[in-house]
Nanobody
Framework: QVQLVESGGGLVQAGGSLRLSCAAS????????MGWYRQAPGKQRDLVAT???????NYADSVKGRFTISRDNAKNTVYLEMNSLKPEDTAVYYC????????????????WGLGTQVTVSS
C-alpha cells in the first residue's frame, strides 16, 4: 500500500506563485512516471503535468509555460511549481504514479491522496 500526501496549497492572489509537494510512503517515484492532477468544483479530475523517470515532462495546454513539474527520487518527492496563477487554476491538486501510456495519458497506480487545495483570488 502506497500512501501519497500532497501539501503546499493555499490562498493566493492572481499572478502569485505556489510550490506543491507530493511525498510517497515508499520509493515508487524512481521507477514510475508521475503526474499532477487537479479537480475543480463540479468538474472531472484532469491531468495537468507528467514526468517520466528519466525526467521528460509534458503539460496540459492550460498550464504550459506557467507550471513546472520536477522530481527528487532521493527524497521520493515530486513537485509542481506554479507561477502566474489564475482564478481558473483554483482546484484540489492531486499526484499519482503509474504507467505513462502517452505523454499526457497516465494510468495511476497508487490510491488517491486527499489532495491540496489551491485557491486563486481576483
Amino acid at each position: 500500500q502506497v500512501q501519497l500526501v500532497e501539501s503546499g496549497g493555499g490562498l493566493v492572489q492572481a499572478g502569485g506563485s505556489l510550490r506543491l509537494s507530493c511525498a510517497a510512503s515508499r520509493n515508487i517515484f524512481s521507477i514510475n512516471a508521475m503526474g499532477w492532477y487537479r479537480q475543480a468544483p463540479g468538474k472531472q479530475r484532469d491531468l495537468v503535468a507528467t514526468i517520466t523517470r528519466e525526467g521528460k515532462t509534458n503539460y496540459a495546454d492550460s498550464v504550459k509555460g506557467r507550471f513546472t513539474i520536477s522530481r527528487d527520487n532521493a527524497k521520493n518527492t515530486v513537485y509542481l511549481e506554479m507561477n502566474s496563477l489564475k482564478p481558473e487554476d483554483t482546484a484540489v491538486y492531486y499526484c499519482n504514479a503509474g504507467v505513462l501510456i502517452a505523454p499526457m495519458t497516465l494510468r495511476p497506480f497508487a490510491s488517491w491522496g486527499l489532495g491540496t487545495q489551491v485557491t486563486v483570488s481576483s
